[in-house]
Structures are given as structure tokens and as C-alpha cells.
């Protein structure tokens, strides 16, 4: 913010300027567009995905809509493409003046939210899209539960209950993971984390190899590095973030709805970490969600996610239905 605008703020804050005429508007870092504002920017925007696209994203069972997709994907996906230009043109522009020392690493974009928000659909629908941009036919995606710490650990920490917070995971390993993909180096590895088992696989990895986009998702990618040490925050090697965003009392709502769907699926497998949920019925198994959700995944939303909000490029935030209701856009 500069300090015309901190000052706008300050007057903002003490109600304005005392004055009958109406108080000049308030002033932040990021352009606010309604859903109808933003959606009308999709009409010059070609649409990458077809009604058969859906349906193969919708068969890895994300819920997502083609209306969804046109009017609120579409523009974003355009507009990261904007970014992925203009981050090309800087690095040509910088390597001409290097004599042509720098080689191009992958454009990084970081995706924030709580637990249930819809960060993996958002994450999911946004590759797809950007793999049939010409510029960025390779994107990868890399979720950040592969560090965490093993339950193992965690148990040996006192932190299985933390499971989620920024002290669960192995954040050097993530932070070196990154530091080596935005140094350009080739088949970077991964660790994988497994529902299922509700724990990290041993020996496990997935490899990025020099992608022209790799997108990051997590509940804790916004992060400050922690205070007092020197240390990198993951955000540093992002060239874009988002952060999904809802009302809290929407969030549990669909956290809840998803583990009740969560019995016929995952639950019921003979390896489930929650194999004693499968047969629950409705009423024991929402209180088992909310009670799960109240404990863990709130108290992180409250303490260490929803304060990285304003840290992102984009806030994407959604109605009780899922349809994202505003954008807010950092300015440049
Ligand atoms: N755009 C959407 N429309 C409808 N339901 C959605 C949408 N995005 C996510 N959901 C549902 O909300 C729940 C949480 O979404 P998910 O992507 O798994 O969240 P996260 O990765 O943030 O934990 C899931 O049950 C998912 O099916
Ligand atoms: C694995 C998660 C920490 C999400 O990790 P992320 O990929 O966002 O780093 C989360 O889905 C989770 O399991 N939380 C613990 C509480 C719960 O079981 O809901």
C-alpha cells in the first residue's frame, strides 16, 4: 500500500473526513469485481474445456459445472496466462541484459484455503485449462500433504492432532523441493501423502520435470517463514497465488458432507486409516465430523490460514453453493 493510500485508510478508519459530502472511497490493494463483472471478461476469452472435459473431471468426482467453469474459470485461466507472458518476457528481457546467463524455470502458483474449501477441485480445474494454453502445454501438480511429517513423527511429537498446522510438516523438505524447481533443475521429486492410509507412502514420490506451470496446493502455502530465523516462506517462489475462500459455517458444512460421503468410498476400504467410520450411522457420523473439524481443521482456519488471506495475488470467495461470488485482484 503506499502512503496516499494508508492515509485514505487511516481516515477510512476514523470514519471519514467529517465532512456532508460522501466519504471518498476506501482504498486497498487489491480491484474488487462482482461475479457478473468478472464473468463478463470471460466473452473475449476462448474457452479451453469442453462439456467432455467435464465430465472426465467430474468422473475423478470434482462437482464442478460447465456454467462454473465458463464464467469464472475461463477468465482466470486467460488471465494467468497474461502472467506466464508477462514473467517470459521479463526473463528474456533480463537474459539479453545478463548476456544469457539465466535459463527459464517454471512459472509457480500457489493455491490456499482451509480444509473443504474446494482447493483440489479449484487446483485440478485450473490445470486442466492451462494444459490447452499453447504457452503452457505442461503444468504439474503438487499437493502439499506429501510433506507432511509421517504419523509416525507426529505421534512421536504429540502433533496428530495438529495434523495441518504449519508445525506438521516438513517445511525445509518443501522449501528445498521448491528452491529446486525454481533453480530450473530437472525430475524434482515429491514425496506422496495417501488418504486412505491417512499417512505419507514410504519411499513414495511423484517427479516434476521443468514444467512451463507447477501449480502448488495447500492449506498453508501463504505462510509467513517463521519469526525471528532467516529462513524462506514457501510464498517466496510463488509468481502467483490464490486463495479459495467461504464462510466458516459453509466450510464445516461441506467438510461434514463430504465425510458422510466419505463412508461408502474411502472409509469402507479394508486399508482405511478410518475403516470404524464406514459403518456410522448419519447422526454418529456428523458428530464425529464436526467434532473432527472443531478440534483440527477450525482452529487452523482461525489461527494460521485466514490470516494469510490478504497475502495472495487472487481471493476467490464462494457462496453456499460453491459458485464463486467475488474476486479480489492485487494490484500491480
Ligand atoms: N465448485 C464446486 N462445486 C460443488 N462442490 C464442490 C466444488 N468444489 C469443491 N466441492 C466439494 O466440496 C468439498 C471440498 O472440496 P475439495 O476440493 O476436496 O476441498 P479441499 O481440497 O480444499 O479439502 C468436496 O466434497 C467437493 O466435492
Ligand atoms: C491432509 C490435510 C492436512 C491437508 O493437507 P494439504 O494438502 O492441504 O497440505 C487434511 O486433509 C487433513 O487430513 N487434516 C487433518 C484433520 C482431518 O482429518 O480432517
Known amino acids: 500500500m503506499t502512503t496516499q493510500e494508508q492515509g485514505a485508510h487511516d481516515l477510512d478508519a476514523r470514519g471519514g473526513t467529517g465532512g456532508a459530502e460522501a466519504a471518498a472511497p476506501s482504498l486497498t490493494p487489491f480491484v474488487e469485481l462482482s461475479r457478473a463483472d468478472w464473468s463478463r471478461l470471460s466473452a473475449s476469452t476462448p474457452l479451453p474445456l469442453g462439456d467432455a472435459d467435464i465430465v472426465r473431471l467430474r468422473s475423478l468426482s470434482d462437482p464442478i459445472d460447465l456454467a462454473e467453469v465458463d464464467e469464472v474459470y475461463r477468465p482466470l485461466s486467460r488471465l494467468l496466462g497474461l502472467y ?40 485440478r480445474v485450473l490445470v486442466e485449462m492451462l494444459r490447452r494454453w499453447a504457452e503452457t502445454p505442461h503444468v504439474e501438480l503438487v499437493t502439499t500433504d506429501g510433506f507432511l511429517l509421517p504419523n509416525a513423527e507426529l505421534r512421536r511429537r504429540g ?92 466450510i464445516e458444512r461441506w467438510y461434514v458432507e463430504r465425510f458422510l460421503r466419505l463412508r461408502q468410498t474411502a472409509f469402507s476400504h479394508p486399508d482405511s486409516y478410518f475403516r470404524r467410520y464406514a459403518d456410522l450411522d448419519d447422526a454418529d457420523a456428523e458428530r464425529t465430523a ?42 500491480l
Open 159 to 250: 502433533l496428530m492432532e495438529r495434523k495441518g498446522f504449519p508445525e506438521s510438516y516438513d517445511r525445509r523438505a518443501l522449501l528445498r523441493f521448491l528452491t529446486d524447481v525454481k533453480s530450473g533443475a530437472e525430475h524434482v521429486e515429491a514425496p506422496v501423502y495417501d488418504h486412505l492410509t491417512y499417512d505419507v507412502v514410504p519411499g513414495a514420490s511423484v517427479t516434476v520435470n521443468r514444467p512451463d506451470v507447477l501449480v502448488v496446493e495447500g492449506l498453508n502455502v501463504l505462510q509467513p517463514a517463521p519469526p525471528g530465523g532467516t529462513s524462506l516462506a514457501v510464498s517466496d517462489f510463488f509468481d502467483f497465488s490464490i486463495y479459495v475462500d467461504a464462510a466458516t459455517a459453509d
Open 290 to 331: 464436526r467434532d473432527i473439524w472443531r478440534r483440527i481443521n477450525a482452529p487452523n482456519l482461525e489461527e494460521n490460514i485466514s490470516p494469510t488471506r490478504s497475502r495472495a495475488t487472487l481471493v476467490m470467495t464462494k457462496d453456499e453453493q460453491h459458485r464463486i461470488q467475488q474476486v479480489l485482484l492485487r494490484k
Open 84 to 123: 506466464v507472458e508477462g514473467i517470459a518476457s521479463v526473463h528474456r528481457a533480463t537474459d539479453t541484459f545478463l548476456g544469457g546467463r539465466s535459463s527459464r524455470t517454471p512459472f509457480v502458483i500457489g493455491i490456499a484455503g482451509s480444509v473443504a474449501v474446494g482447493k483440489s477441485t479449484t487446483a
